[in-house]
């Protein structure tokens, strides 16, 4: 399967600060990416679509103030979390949809986030 | 809405045993169906791709099967072995190419 990386692997962030993770696609140029979201214990669940060139599309219930999503070219897409408290407190995991080539997700290896 | 549901939740087997994992979904309209492993702590590892076209796909000891008018999965896995315990998770690919994913299964094989 397609290599996709996923920087920082862990984070920990007082509450308050804001935290930048990255997911960078290897293997393919990917106009589509996915971020999730799994709390401890339970399933994956999609957070937003990443689109390069044009805005995030958020899941409902997802602040997209909180969680800015940057997809600035085809092979990164970026997350930030804004002002952090400790209940963004999860694992987050990227993953990469190059369309054109393939009609499956590749996955990131994750990046755990924990607000103090 | 589409919806996800796998069973049993928790699951304890002594080495050896062959076992089924179960997967449903609500709506039948999927492109694909795709079974994974999570170690504890980490990522996601494919394991099967079952394209909406297709019945089952097989690797190694594992084999699952695809029922796209019943909205049904099942995972086999045989000969199960301490290695093999992690949650397995299922998720289905429908409209605007997302994965939705189910509620996961937790293995535990003992030696």
């Known amino acids: 399967g397609a290599v996709v990386s996923q920087h920082p692997s862990r984070v920990i962030c007082k509450s308050g600060t804001s935290v930048k993770i990255e997911c960078r696609s290897l293997d393919f140029q990917a106009t589509t990416m996915f971020w999730y979201r799994q709390f401890p214990k339970k399933s994956l669940m999609l957070m937003a679509t990443?689109?390069?060139?044009?805005?995030?599309?958020?899941e409902q219930g997802v602040e997209k103030d909180k969680f800015l999503i940057n997809h600035a070219s085809l092979t990164l897409s970026t997350l930030t979390v804004t002002s952090a408290h400790p209940e963004d407190s999860s694992f987050y995991i990227c993953s990469v949809f190059p369309l054109l080539v393939t009609d499956t997700q590749y996955f990131g290896p994750g990046t755990r986030l924990t607000v103090l | 809405k589409q919806e996800v549901t796998q069973i049993p939740a928790a699951l304890s087997v002594p080495e050896g045993e062959n076992l089924v994992l179960n997967c449903s979904f609500t709506d039948s309209a999927i492109y694909n169906l795709q079974w994974f492993r999570q170690d504890p702590g980490k990522g996601l590892t494919s394991l099967l791709l079952i394209q909406s076209s297709q019945r089952e796909q097989t690797s190694g000891r594992l084999n699952a099967s695809l029922d796209k008018s019943s909205g049904r999965s099942t995972l086999y896995i045989a000969a199960s072995q301490p290695g093999d315990s992690a949650t397995y998770l299922c998720?289905?690919?429908?409209?605007?190419?997302?994965?939705?994913f189910g509620t996961g299964t937790r293995l535990k094989v003992l030696a």
């Open positions: 998720a289905v690919m429908a409209g605007t190419y997302k994965y939705i």
């Open positions: 990443s689109n390069e060139g044009s805005k995030a599309t958020y």
